[in-house]
C-alpha cells in the first residue's frame, strides 16, 4: 500500500496562475480533506469529502475548489493563484465506520510569487 | 469558538527524562481527542487516540490522559529518545462532527543526547 500520495512535492507559480493539487489514497477510504499548513497557524481545513461524490468547506475555502473525482481521488484547484495561497498543502484520508485517526500524504510545498 | 492551545514554546529535555506535552481547549467538550507527531517536511502521522470516558491511554513509551474537567489533556513520553524529537500536534474533533479536526499549533520536542 502507497498510502496517501500526493503531486506534485513543490511548485511555484505566478500570481493570477491556476493549478491542480493531485491527491490518492488507496486504503479504501470513505473521506479525504484538503489542509494548508502555516508557520504559527497549524493546520487549517480547506475542503473535505465525506464520501464518494460529496465535497464541503472547511475553516479556509476561499480561493480553492475541490473534485472527488472517484473514491480515490480528491483534487485541490487553485484557479487564480494569490501570495496569500502560499503554504504546504496536505491531504489526509479516514477509514470512517468509527475509525477517525487521519493519514496524511507527504505535502506539496507551493510558492505564489 | 473553539479554541485549540498548546505550548508553543519548545520543549528541550535530556535522553532518558519523560517528556509531558499540554494540549487544552476551551468553549466546548470533545468526544475524543487525538495525538499526532509531525517530523520536519513530512506530513502528520497518528499516535493516539482517547475518548472522553478513557481517563488514560499508553502505547509502548506513550501516554495521554484526558481530563475534561480540566478540559485538558497530556502527551507522556517515557524514557524520551533524541528520535523522539519533532513536533507533536493535538486535535479534538471540529464540534463532535466525525472526523473533521482542529489541530492545535504543536508543540516542538528536542531530546538531546
Known amino acids: 500500500n502507497a498510502g496517501v500520495t500526493q503531486t506534485p512535492k513543490f511548485q511555484v507559480l505566478k500570481t493570477g496562475q491556476s493549478m491542480t493539487l493531485q491527491c490518492a489514497q488507496d486504503?479504501?477510504?470513505?473521506?479525504m480533506y484538503w489542509y494548508r499548513q502555516d508557520p504559527g497557524m497549524g493546520l487549517r481545513l480547506i475542503y473535505y469529502?465525506?464520501?464518494?461524490?460529496?465535497?464541503d468547506k472547511g475553516e479556509v475555502p476561499n480561493g480553492y475548489n475541490v473534485s472527488r473525482l472517484n473514491k480515490r481521488e480528491f483534487s485541490l484547484r487553485l484557479e487564480s493563484a494569490a501570495p496569500s495561497q502560499t503554504s504546504v498543502y496536505f491531504c489526509a484520508s479516514i477509514p470512517g465506520q468509527g475509525s477517525y485517526e487521519q493519514y496524511f500524504g507527504p505535502g506539496t510545498r507551493l510558492t505564489v510569487t | 469558538s473553539q479554541k485549540i492551545e498548546q505550548n508553543s514554546e519548545a520543549l528541550n529535555i535530556q535522553e532518558g527524562k519523560t517528556a509531558t506535552l499540554t494540549c487544552n481547549y476551551t468553549n466546548y467538550s470533545p468526544a475524543y481527542l487525538q495525538w499526532y507527531r509531525q517530523d520536519p517536511g513530512r506530513g502528520p502521522v497518528f499516535l493516539l487516540l482517547?475518548?472522553?470516558?478513557?481517563k488514560e491511554k499508553r502505547k509502548e513509551r506513550l501516554k495521554v490522559t484526558f481530563d475534561t474537567t480540566l478540559k485538558q489533556s497530556l502527551f507522556h513520553i517515557t524514557a524520551s529518545q533524541p528520535a523522539d524529537s519533532a513536533t507533536y500536534l493535538c486535535a479534538p474533533p471540529i464540534y463532535n462532527q466525525g472526523g473533521k479536526l482542529i489541530f492545535g499549533q504543536g508543540t516542538e520536542l528536542s531530546v538531546k543526547p
Open positions: 482517547i475518548r472522553e470516558n478513557e
Open positions: 486504503m479504501n477510504h470513505n473521506s
Open positions: 469529502s465525506a464520501s464518494e461524490g460529496t465535497t
